[in-house]
T-cell receptor, first 114, second 110 residues
């Protein structure tokens, strides 16, 4: 595809459940980023990958959040024991991996924890 | 602490010029970016300033003063489709980690 894609577009789960959110970056982009955005706020950085490795995971709020990118392309954000406060739109972005490079965002996954 | 400040809302008429200011306080600095986001949509890149001065891209221009920790986005010849939220974002701690402001809602009226 031409752009960043994310699945699912919407996810409703119950408190305490485990969820996985998937991101397919633009082909050839080596850097991949995860953010989350609450209503009326700017995106909040979670983690970014350069290739397969996490270059900066300082934004992950706690150890319930984990992300992988095993082959340097698709990434999965995993949230264990979900809490109501995890409800947000989770955005993924990718870039060529250079300083100052444009980050291209996907449409996001809206996560609702009941 | 680290923070970015921008106005919450700006209203202007079609054809007008709007300036959105952004002041930042971060531990490091690689550059200042601007993103546009329509309701329900994804953020889309508008501009990036790593050095002091003005960058112009069509109707949009962006300015940076590193010594003042300040930048602005200038929207000229406003159109109805420019109604959206605009975010400034600083890459500070590491070049890939963008810290976003809370956003400025621009409302364009006929």
């Amino acid at each position: 595809g031409a752009g960043v894609s994310q699945t699912p577009s919407n996810k409703v789960t119950e408190k305490g459940k485990y969820v996985e959110l998937r991101c397919d970056p633009i082909s050839g982009h080596t850097a991949l980023y995860w953010y989350r955005q609450s209503l009326g706020q700017g995106p909040e950085f979670l983690i970014y990958f350069q290739g397969t490795g996490a270059a900066d995971d300082s934004g992950l709020p706690n150890d319930r959040f984990f992300a992988v990118r095993p082959e340097g392309s698709v990434s999965t954000l995993k949230i264990q024991r979900t809490e109501r406060g995890d409800s947000a739109v989770y955005l993924c972005a990718s870039s060529r991996g250079l300083d100052g490079d444009t980050q291209y965002f996907g449409p996001g996954t809206r996560l609702t924890v009941l | 602490g680290q923070s970015l400040e921008q106005p919450s809302e700006v209203t202007a008429v079609e054809g007008a010029i709007v300036q959105i200011n952004c002041t930042y306080q971060t531990s490091g600095f690689y550059g200042l970016s601007w993103y546009q986001q329509h309701d329900g949509g994804a953020p889309t890149f508008l501009s990036y300033n790593a050095l002091d001065g003005l960058e112009e891209t069509g109707r949009f221009s962006s300015f940076l003063s590193r010594s003042d920790s300040y930048g602005y986005l200038l929207l000229q010849e406003l159109q109805m489709k420019d109604s959206a939220s605009y975010f400034c974002a600083v890459s500070g701690d590491s070049w890939g980690k963008l810290q976003f402001g809370a956003g400025t809602q621009v409302v364009v009226t006929p």
